[in-house]
Every structure is written in C-alpha cells, then in structure tokens.
Nanobody
Framework: QVQLVESGGGLVQPGGSLRLSCVAS????????IGWFRQAPGKEREAVAC????????YYADSAKGRFTAFRDNDKNTAYLQMNSLKPEDTGVYYC????????????????????WGQGTQVTVSS
C-alpha cells in the first residue's frame, strides 16, 4: 500500500519558519505530482502548493507566494514545504497528496481525488 507521511509541524511564533517533509513509501515519488494542502478549524481544505516531477514546475496559492517554497528530492523520495514569515492565519493541519497525473499541478485543486494522502501534520502560528 502506497503511503505518505508528513512531519515537521509544530508551534511557531509569527514571523517564524517551519519546514514540512512528506516521505513516500512503497512507490517512486518521482512518478507523481505532489500537492500540499491545509485545513484550518471550521474551514474547507485549501491548496498551498503543487509541484510536478521537477522543482521548476510549481504552483503556489496566492497565500503562499513569496513566503513558501515547495521542492522535492526524488532520490530521497521526499517532498518539502519550506514556510517562512509565518502568520497566525497559516495555522492548520497540513497535508501532502500524490497523484500520477501531472496535469493536477496547475489546478492544484484540494477537491481532486488524489491517489493517496498523508495523515497530516499540525502547524500552529501563535505568540
């Protein structure tokens, strides 16, 4: 069974940084587009970033542009989300998802039926 495991979440002060990791097991991540999504309490899941097989094709939601960087290391079967200048409104559970259809990248829809999802990692931005 293919699996994604996120890690790196935690409590951080506004203006701080976190790096989330998404490790794939039992499949070659390089064959999949990776999406990063988040869900705040009482809100719908929203897109953060989607990345194609290489680091030169990345979609960012407006809320992430200029502050977040999504990248991947296919040799390590791992995708990352570097988050800088964090704000309280970035608080939520962050998920990664994988899909073998790279056309998902420019849409980066949180409602698409991705092949697999991780379990999520909590990010809390608070002073």
């Amino acid at each position: 069974q293919v699996q994604l495991v996120e890690s790196g979440g935690g409590l951080v002060q506004p203006g701080g940084s976190l790096r989330l990791s998404c490790v794939a097991s039992r499949f070659a991540m390089q064959l999949y587009a990776i999406g990063w999504f988040r869900q705040a309490p009482g809100k719908e899941r929203e897109a953060v970033a989607c990345i194609s097989s290489t680091n030169d094709n990345v979609y960012y939601a407006d809320s992430a542009k200029g502050r977040f960087t999504a990248f991947r290391d296919n040799d390590k079967n791992t995708a990352y989300l570097q988050m800088n200048s964090l704000k309280p409104e970035d608080t939520g559970v962050y998920y990664c998802a994988a899909d073998g259809d790279f056309s998902v990248v420019p849409r980066c829809s949180p409602t698409h039926k991705y092949d697999t999802w991780g379990q999520g990692t909590q990010v809390t931005v608070s002073s």
